[in-house]
């Protein structure tokens, strides 16, 4: 929790809020989304 991530073919990073399945939730600015997790990418600082 609490990792920068990005969705593939994206500009937006967002962090990660939780874990459940295969799916994280992530924060992206004000906005909350449920993503799996095959379509992150790390953001490595």
Do not use: P, W
């Not at 609490?2 to 939780?18: A, F, T």
């Amino acid at each position: 929790m609490g990792s920068k991530v990005r969705i593939l073919k994206s500009k937006e990073i967002g962090v990660i809020k939780q874990f459940k399945d295969e799916r994280a939730l992530i924060t992206i600015g004000n906005i909350e989304m449920n993503v799996g997790i095959e379509k992150l990418e790390l953001i490595l600082d």
